[in-house]
């Protein structure tokens, strides 16, 4: 019998490898939906929901192999799609918002593509995420009929992990490579540092020292205590 994870979350995401060849197999419609329900629950600024999924199947990659060729100038249609017989187009769909930008928006598409494809991975699909020059191509756009307002991130190729495939070697991810602190800050111009703060960068010790810093938790304190005044009724 197998044993629970207690953190299947850290588990699928150190089991998932991308999938380059896939079988003919593939999630049906409603296993999409259950799937992508999930990966739109990453966090999105606002819940804006910028972002939109366009599935591709069948002649659907036909069309995509003559657009690429189009945006190529290729007389024959690529076959690329046909590597897989689910693409899952990840499209940008940017709304209007005074704050939040379009990269902040880029971000919460490319979140939910990556979460999406960890899903289908940990459900036990065969994924690969790829793009290419042509992904922004007028032509690619048009045969998705996207609109002025979207771009593609590419497209997760989706199939039946084959049985028979090498095991992928991954290079593990050295963490400490990647994690550090900020800079020291050699020079705080200006602003003196407080006695009982280390050096902080002027913009910060600036609001530290500011006179009015503090006055909303005064005026809180205040009311708390009037409130103390008043006689107990009960
Ligand atoms: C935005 C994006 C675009 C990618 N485009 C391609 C691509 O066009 N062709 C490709 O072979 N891999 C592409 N990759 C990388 C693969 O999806 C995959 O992550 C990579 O081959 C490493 O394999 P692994 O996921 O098993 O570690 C892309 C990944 C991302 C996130």
Same mark, same amino acid.
């Given at each position: 019998?197998?044993?629970?994870?207690?953190?299947?979350?850290l588990?699928?995401v150190?089991?998932?490898?991308?999938?380059?060849?896939v079988?003919?197999?593939a999630p049906?419609?409603?296993?999409?939906?259950?799937?992508?329900?999930a990966?739109?629950?990453?966090?999105?600024?606002?819940?804006?929901?910028?972002?939109?999924?366009?599935?591709?199947?069948?002649?659907d990659?036909?069309?995509?192999?003559?657009?690429?060729?189009?945006?190529?100038g290729?007389?024959?249609p690529?076959?690329?799609?046909?590597?897989?017989?689910l693409?899952?187009?990840?499209?940008?769909s940017?709304?209007?918002?005074?704050k939040?930008?379009?990269?902040?928006?880029?971000?919460?598409a490319?979140?939910?593509?990556?979460v999406?494809?960890?899903?289908?991975?940990?459900?036990?699909?065969?994924?690969i995420?790829?793009?290419?020059?042509y992904?922004?191509?007028k032509a690619?756009? !048009?045969a998705?009929?996207?609109?002025?307002?979207e771009?593609?991130?590419?497209?997760?190729y989706?199939?039946?992990?084959?049985?028979?495939?090498r095991?992928?070697?991954r290079?593990?991810?050295d963490?400490?490579?990647?994690?550090?602190?900020?800079p020291?800050?050699t020079?705080?111009?200006? !602003?003196?540092?407080?006695?009982?703060?280390?050096?902080?960068?002027?913009?910060i010790?600036?609001?530290?020292?500011?006179?009015d810093?503090?006055?909303?938790?005064?005026?809180?304190d205040?009311?708390?205590?009037?409130?103390?005044k008043?006689?107990?009724?009960?």
């Amino acid at each position: 019998m197998s044993e629970v994870s207690a953190r299947p979350a850290l588990e699928a995401v150190r089991a998932r490898r991308s999938w380059s060849k896939v079988t003919d197999a593939a999630p049906d419609a409603a296993e999409l939906l259950e799937l992508v329900a999930a990966a739109g629950r990453v966090a999105d600024h606002s819940s804006l929901r910028p972002w939109r999924i366009i599935e591709l199947r069948g002649d659907d990659r036909l069309a995509l192999g003559a657009a690429i060729a189009k945006a190529d100038g290729d007389d024959k249609p690529s076959t690329k799609p046909l590597r897989a017989p689910l693409l899952i187009a990840i499209v940008a769909s940017y709304r209007d918002s005074g704050k939040v930008p379009h990269w902040e928006q880029e971000a919460v598409a490319s979140g939910v593509a990556h979460v999406l494809s960890l899903l289908l991975d940990e459900a036990g699909w065969g994924v690969i995420w790829r793009t290419g020059h042509y992904t922004r191509s007028k032509a690619v756009a !048009q045969a998705h009929g996207l609109g002025k307002h979207e771009e593609l991130l590419g497209w997760l190729y989706v199939g039946g992990k084959p049985e028979r495939s090498r095991p992928e070697r991954r290079k593990a991810v050295d963490a400490s490579g990647f994690v550090s602190r900020m800079p020291a800050v050699t020079t705080v111009p200006d !602003q003196p540092s407080l006695p009982d703060q280390p050096s902080l960068p002027g913009e910060i010790a600036h609001w530290r020292n500011k006179p009015d810093k503090g006055k909303k938790h005064k005026k809180a304190d205040k009311g708390e205590k009037k409130k103390a005044k008043k006689p107990d009724k009960g």
